[in-house]
């Protein structure tokens, strides 16, 4: 998995293959794919995410 972050300002709008968009907190692990999980411990470690 590759994970991007930048700078954006505007709504975010899912189109062609994203049906939706949604925020995710460390306390949604359980809703997440495996290895989004393990996205989730890393950044959530480093104090990324809430």
């Known amino acids: 998995m590759i994970c991007y972050t930048a700078e954006y300002s505007g709504p975010l709008v899912a ?9 995710f ?5 359980a809703r997440v794919s495996a ?3 393990m996205v989730f411990d890393v950044t959530h470690a480093d104090g990324q995410l809430l």
């Open 15 to 23: 189109s062609k293959e994203i049906a939706e968009s949604a925020w």
């Open 25 to 29: 907190g460390y306390g949604d692990r």
């Open 35 to 37: 290895v989004d999980q």
